[in-house]
């Protein structure tokens, strides 16, 4: 028998990663990633081969089973240890992913009669065509004064539970009839290891509008939508799991899956942003995690209640039992920038950021807003666009490259700001994410929010944030601090702001202020004329 191990699965938006983890001091003994051979459906479906309507993005969930079945058993070997070792196992998911279910888990488009209807997919994070059911949501919300509206900032997004459920209420209500369960990607897999379906109370919180035990009622649902009012009741309510507790036992079909032992305990799912904060040993209030990848996610914990205009949520125990856990988001980050690269720029992302490191602040003359897909905080507006001002037949692709770097992190600055002056202080900004490794692109985000940047240890944040949740789960640490401090790492101030670029950056910084406020304020409408024309176009074309 060796030491005890635990196993993390990170479900990201192209792949999923599984990384072998020592329970007494986190080290990372192997690991290993498995691609979705479906990605991201955002083009075609393609059991029809017909086209998706703009801002769609489902997903096929046998390709998460996928990753429980080749990257797991692909990590133990890598890690050369006794799979017998390993006391249980946890996953994070995107989220808000959704999985529209019968009663036994079964999700729909696995079934015959519905392999052709794209709502019977799972409805991933970025999938933003409910953008109409959010304002309405919000809209009503507002005018009844409804007492959850502030605890996610004064706005509900179309990325979550209420705003994907109504749409596939209106829009397939013979998949909305079919659905038992309309489960979190995040639960849906833990109900595939253990057998029994737990949900967790991170999503709950933030993606599902559970506040103080209770969703919105049946009569804020009958107001929305006649008939929708049953929406609580028949598809979403659910025992919870709190987060670090054990959901279940692995069953015998996934340990055959995994090839882990039968019977380990499985703990209650989890978002990837949230769990990478014990990762990152960012458990204390003020310490601000940015998780940086596709989009970003910045998770914080709070003693207190605050409410922050344009967060995401703030949800007791959504980040470590015991704490307030703040969420605020960019919807699109190293998104925006593979964008321009495959797109347009005819360079790797390397180049470009080695070309754009060479310059001056200020030395492009452009400014950009990073809202390509959309503005998740502190506007929770997915209709808004990408701006880039001040082009000329000078300019080049890494001129645009940099500008776009800047724009994420301004847009990292409104948040923290916005944190700030609701009462929540910011005291440390830690980086976790795969755009860690880009040295310019930290400088900058020093350099434009005046803050250290700290770096998280792993470059499997959310694996490991989950290892850290499985050890808890089975009861080789005894709760997610001390799990943290065995498990977790991180550098110190390993950027630091530089005084002039602070200066130069404030004055761009000032611009970037006035254009947010005027395309995403009420200023200008043009995007969302320009949204509902697409829409409009779409429509006619399907
Ligand atoms: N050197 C780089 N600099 C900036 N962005 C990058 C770089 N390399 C990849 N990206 C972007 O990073 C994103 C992937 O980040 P990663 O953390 O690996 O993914 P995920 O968020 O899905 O876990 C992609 O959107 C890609 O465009
Ligand atoms: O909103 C989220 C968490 O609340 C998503 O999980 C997240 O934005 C997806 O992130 P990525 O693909 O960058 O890991």
Redesign the pocket.
């Known amino acids: 028998m060796g030491e005890p191990l635990t196993v993390g699965v990170d479900f990201?938006?192209?792949s999923g990663r599984a990384v072998v983890v020592r329970v007494r001091d986190g080290a990372e003994l192997g690991s290993a990633v498995f691609e979705y051979p479906h990605g991201v459906l955002d083009e075609t479906l393609p059991a029809t081969g017909r086209a998706l309507p703009p801002e769609w993005a489902l997903q096929v969930p046998g390709d998460y089973v996928g990753v429980l079945r080749n990257a797991v058993p692909a990590a133990l070997r890598d890690a050369g240890v006794d799979a017998g070792d390993v006391v249980g196992i946890a996953t994070d998911f995107t989220a808000c992913t959704m999985v529209p279910a019968t009663a036994d888990g079964t999700p729909l488009c696995e079934l015959p009669e519905f392999e052709s209807n794209p709502h019977a997919y799972v409805k991933l994070w970025k999938h933003h065509s409910a953008q109409p059911q959010a304002v309405r949501i919000n809209e009503l919300a507002r005018a009844r004064g409804e007492k959850w509206l502030p605890r996610y900032g004064g706005l509900i997004s179309s990325e979550w539970e209420f705003a994907k459920g109504l749409e596939v209420f209106e829009e397939a209500p013979e998949v909305y009839a079919a659905m038992r369960h309309w489960v979190e990607a995040a639960d849906w897999i833990v109900w595939q290891l253990t057998g029994s379906y737990v949900r967790n109370a991170c999503t709950a919180g933030y993606k599902g509008i559970l506040q103080d035990g209770q969703y919105p009622s049946r009569d804020f649902l009958r107001e929305l939508a006649p008939g929708f009012e049953s929406f609580v009741a028949e598809k979403l309510e659910h025992p919870l799991g709190e987060l670090g507790s054990r959901a279940g036992s692995l069953s015998a079909e996934a340990a055959s899956w995994t090839g882990l032992p039968e019977g380990i305990a499985v703990a209650v799912g989890n978002v990837d942003a949230h769990v990478t904060a014990p990762a990152a040993q960012a458990v204390e209030p003020g310490q601000m995690v940015a998780i940086m990848?596709?989009s970003t996610c910045h998770v914080m914990n709070g003693a207190e209640l605050h409410e922050v205009p344009g967060m995401c949520g703030v949800v007791e125990g959504g980040i470590v039992p015991g704490l307030w856990g703040y969420e605020a988001g960019q919807s699109g980050v190293?998104?925006i920038?593979?964008w321009f690269?495959e797109h347009f720029a005819g360079a790797s992302?390397?180049e470009l950021?080695r070309l754009a490191a060479r310059q001056e602040i200020g030395e492009h003359g452009l400014i950009a807003l990073d809202w390509h897909s959309g503005n998740r905080s502190v506007l929770v507006d997915h209709e808004l666009s990408g701006v880039i001002v001040g082009q000329t037949l000078a300019t080049r692709a890494e001129d645009v490259y940099r500008a776009l770097l800047e724009a994420t992190a301004f847009g990292t600055r409104k948040i923290i700001e916005t944190f700030s002056a609701a009462g929540v202080p910011v005291t440390e900004l830690i980086i976790a994410?795969?755009?860690a490794?880009?040295a310019l692109?930290m400088q900058i985000y020093a350099d434009v929010t005046n803050l250290p940047l700290s770096v998280i240890g792993s470059a499997q944040g959310p694996a490991l944030g989950s290892a850290i949740h499985a050890a808890v789960a089975a009861g080789a640490h005894a709760d997610i601090r001390v799990a943290a401090a065995a498990m977790g790492s991180v550098e110190r101030a390993v950027y630091r702001p530089v005084p002039a670029h602070v200066t130069a950056y404030d004055e761009l910084y000032a611009e970037y202020t006035e254009l947010h406020d005027y395309f995403g304020r009420g200023g200008n409408d043009v995007m969302h004329r320009l949204a509902a024309r697409k829409r409009a176009v779409a429509k006619g074309q399907s």
Request: glycine share 32%; proline share 0%; aromatic share 6%.
């Open positions: 990201g938006t192209l990848g596709t190293g998104d920038f593979g690269v992302h390397e950021t994410g795969g755009l490794k880009n692109l």
